[in-house]
């Protein structure tokens, strides 16, 4: 067992899930509470692993990008993690790239649980946006979504 699959081993037996599909394809998709899946997907080199999340269209609110590129600023409204859209399908996900040989087990649990955290919350978040555009115009202009913890 090398590094990567002792990592994924580790967080499937904290999760308690299998990790079957693993073995098959450096892949692994993990469905959560609330209609989230998170996928773990090594790079072809061996180096990385990648965290995403696809958490839903693209909002069609002018302001929107600004809301999540406020989010990405410093990490701090997304625990580290990256909000993009995807050029394929105009998705927003939110991803977070991994060096395979600077992590341990309980590094590794830990960088997957806020992860999970970020994207549960913007998962919920994003549908809502038009309202958070709408409530940021008409505040102080305080940061609409606040550091995650």
């Known amino acids: 067992m090398n590094h990567l699959d002792h990592l994924v081993q580790a967080l499937a037996d904290r999760i308690r ?5 693993w073995n098959a394809n450096a892949e692994l998709s993990i469905s959560v509470d609330g209609g989230v899946t998170i ?7 061996g180096r990385w692993i990648f965290l995403y999340s696809i958490l839903g269209p693209q909002p069609s609110e002018p302001d929107a990008v600004r809301v999540l590129l406020r989010a990405n600023h ?3 409204g997304t625990l580290g ?4 859209i995807d050029p394929a399908d105009d998705t927003v996900t939110l991803w977070r790239r991994l060096e395979i040989e600077r992590e341990d087990a309980e590094s590794f649990i830990g960088a997957f649980g806020d992860f999970l955290d970020a994207a549960v919350a913007w998962a919920a978040r994003l549908p809502t946006l038009q309202d ?3 409530d940021d115009d008409q505040s102080s202009g305080t940061h609409p979504f ?3 913890a």
Not at 81 to 84: D, M
């Open 132 to 134: 958070v555009l709408r």
């Open 17 to 21: 899930i299998s990790v079957d599909t």
């Open 81 to 84: 993690a990256t909000l993009s």
């Open 39 to 45: 996928t773990l997907e090594a790079d072809p080199t």
């Open 74 to 76: 410093l990490g701090r």
């Open 146 to 148: 606040p550091i995650l």
